[in-house]
């Protein structure tokens, strides 16, 4: 059996026509969505994941602006340029690229940001909201998931989820999302003993543990549907996910590839929340 192989790309390529549309509606009535990324120093993995961020917002036609602090910049400074941006009525969302410096604290920087212009989903009164099933902002890439499920015809009521991995950015929104959707969720972590009992009885499997093809085909059961969130690099330099695609694909219905799968959907739904504060903030100002 060969897998439907899910493409990330150009789902987030059809949302994104779609935001698009709407951000030029936005821009008639006299608002255009702005996104502010801030970056901390000269990582080249996130200077890589904001350039891309940045060329997304812009082919939407929203406004973006990037804030570059050197390495050295103190935790206020670095709060002061939150709040600045949370006070500038052109900005309707703002990231905070992760990670930081040691001596920075992200949970302060987190917070700092305001709940209305938290894109990332990740303000404690978004996922408290999300939790109970209050209108949030989602964490950008469980969302962009849910939306690679729906896409996909996926059934989730009544199936069993297993998601192996327990981060506060994919593994326990994940869960959460799921199980408004009535899936039966399993949470799987490092301390899990005998992971692939809990996987094998997985009809959806979303792996995200930062470990080069870690999930094969023996830890899945026949017709999965198989979520890879990783993005690691194997013994040859070249991109790769959590999950052994290869072999995995032979037994999965369907499966998410690395790169192409999650990651094109984990900015669309950025672009999504920046317009949704949008709309929100013009509503009540026009």
């Not at 996909?152 to 199980?179: D, F």
């Not at 999930?215 to 979520?227: F, L, P, S």
């Not at 999950?243 to 590839?257: G, M, S």
């Amino acid at each position: 059996m060969s897998s439907i192989i899910i493409d990330g790309k150009a789902i987030g390529e059809k949302i994104r026509k779609e935001i698009k549309i709407d951000v030029e509606r936005l821009i008639e009535r006299g608002c255009r969505p702005g996104l502010a990324v801030v970056l901390v120093g000269e990582d080249q993995a996130s200077r890589t994941y904001v350039s891309n961020k940045e060329k997304s917002s812009k082919a939407v036609g929203m406004k973006s602006e990037l804030v570059v602090l050197p390495i050295t910049v103190s935790q206020k400074e670095l709060l002061d340029t939150v709040n600045r941006l949370n006070e500038d009525p052109t900005i309707h969302g703002i990231l905070v690229q992760l990670p930081l410096p040691p001596h920075i604290d992200e949970n302060k920087v987190i917070q700092s940001i305001s709940p209305k212009k938290d894109v990332d989903g990740f303000h404690p009164e978004n996922v408290g909201k999300m939790i109970i099933g209050q209108t949030s902002f989602v964490s950008c890439t469980p969302s962009g998931i849910m939306e690679l499920l729906e896409q996909t015809g996926t059934e989730i009521s009544g199936k069993h989820a297993v998601i192996v991995g327990r981060s506060n950015i994919v593994g326990k929104p994940m869960g959460q999302l799921l199980l408004q959707k009535d899936a039966t969720v399993t949470y799987c972590h490092s301390k899990t003993e005998h992971l692939e009992d809990f996987t094998r009885q997985a009809d959806i499997l979303i792996v995200a543990i930062g470990h080069a093809k870690y999930i094969t085909a023996d830890h899945i059961k026949e017709g999965a549907t198989v979520i890879d969130v990783g993005m690691n690099r194997d013994e040859n330099g070249k991109l790769c996910g959590d999950v052994d695609f290869e072999t995995v694909k032979e037994k999965a219905y369907a499966i998410t590839p690395v790169p192409g799968g999650v990651g094109p959907m984990t900015v669309t739904m950025l672009l999504r929340n920046t317009l949704k504060s949008a709309q929100f903030t013009c509503s009540n100002y026009i």
